[in-house]
């Protein structure tokens, strides 16, 4: 996920959920979705990673993302 937003030049925060074992599973039942990573766009959850990547892969990210007003890498 770190690699794909990287690519796009989308401007993102990591936060790293694992060092906490409340945070990780908070944010597991926030989502109800089981496995990390999670990106989330402007507060909405997006997806796992290969849901991410699948997005990427068939420019639906890039889209979303740039409806959202983010800035996106025209050449990803």
Known sequence: VVQVLSHIGVPFKGVNVLEDAEIREGIKAYANWPTIPQLY????????????????????????????????????
């Open 41 to 76: 766009v402007q507060g909405e959850f997006v997806g796992g990673c290969d849901i991410v990547i699948e997005m990427f892969q068939a420019g639906e990210l890039q889209a979303m993302l740039k409806e959202k007003g983010l800035p996106v890498n025209a050449e990803a």
